[in-house]
T-cell receptor
Framework: GQNIDQPTEMTATEGAIVQINCTYQTSGFNGLFWYQQHAGEAPTFLSYNVLDGLEEKGRFSSFLSRSKGYSYLLLKELQMKDSASYLCAVRTTDSWGKLQFGAGTQVVVTP | DAGVTQSPTHLIKTRGQQVTLRCSPKSGHDTVSWYQQALGQGPQFIFQYYEEEERQRGNFPDRFSGHQFPNYSSELNVNALLLGDSALYLC????????????FGPGTRLTVT
């Protein structure tokens, strides 16, 4: 199976930047996903990385290093509505439809 | 364009009972995956249905079973409920099994007493 590790909680101030790290151990890596989940709601897709490098999408960016088994999600210009759980998930070549999720990082944005 | 829908929203059952949860995929999607999310944890993959067949399965006992209908909607059945089955059950849909983006429904909150 895969081990996916991410910090449990992070706190940051409105307008600041926060970086959420995710490390994974897997064979047959076939993509890493980031989802945002507000309390009591469904996870919503944020980003997808399958090649090394940085993917930027507005205030959110995601980075991947396959050789290091490492990814991060960068949230810039934090807003109060960004307070949520951020889930890192990995897909492997032997199970296309299955996403293996980490436990999630709870981000708390303070005024 | 309707997204993924699930019913019911909340459900309370007694230990030993059976439960059926329902999911309708996003328009244009043909694959449905089910996940179990315990409080404070990430979703855990239960199984995936494509072309009305179970294609992949996670580490869940046979008490968990499912079905996909010709219109791509799906059901998750859990027999002999245990207290530990209390969780949020999420349905995710995608186009073809290997689509990189899965869209999640709002979930069904199951409480077993």
């Amino acid at each position: 199976g895969q081990n996916i590790d991410q910090p449990t909680e992070m706190t940051a101030t409105e307008g600041a930047i926060v970086q959420i790290n995710c490390t994974y151990q897997t064979s047959g890596f076939n993509g890493l996903f980031w989802y945002q989940q507000h309390a009591g709601e469904a996870p919503t897709f944020l980003s997808y990385n399958v090649l090394d490098g940085l993917e930027e999408k507005g205030r959110f960016s995601s980075f991947l290093s396959r050789s290091k088994g490492y990814s991060y999600l960068l949230l810039k210009e934090l807003q109060m509505k960004d307070s949520a759980s951020y889930l890192c998930a990995v897909r492997t070549t032997d199970s296309w439809g299955k996403l293996q999720f980490g436990a999630g990082t709870q981000v708390v944005v303070t005024p | 364009d309707a997204g993924v829908t699930q019913s019911p929203t909340h459900l309370i059952k007694t230990r030993g009972q059976q439960v059926t949860l329902r999911c309708s995929p996003k328009s244009g999607h043909d694959t449905v995956s089910w996940y179990q999310q315990a409080l404070g944890q990430g979703p855990q993959f239960i199984f995936q249905y494509y072309e009305e067949e179970e294609r992949q399965r996670g580490n869940f006992p046979d008490r968990f079973s499912g079905h996909q209908f010709p219109n791509y909607s799906s059901e998750l059945n859990v027999n002999a409920l245990l207290l530990g089955d209390s969780a949020l059950y999420l349905c995710a849909s995608s186009f073809r099994q290997g689509a990189y983006e899965q869209y999640f429904g709002p979930g069904t909150r199951l409480t077993v007493t």
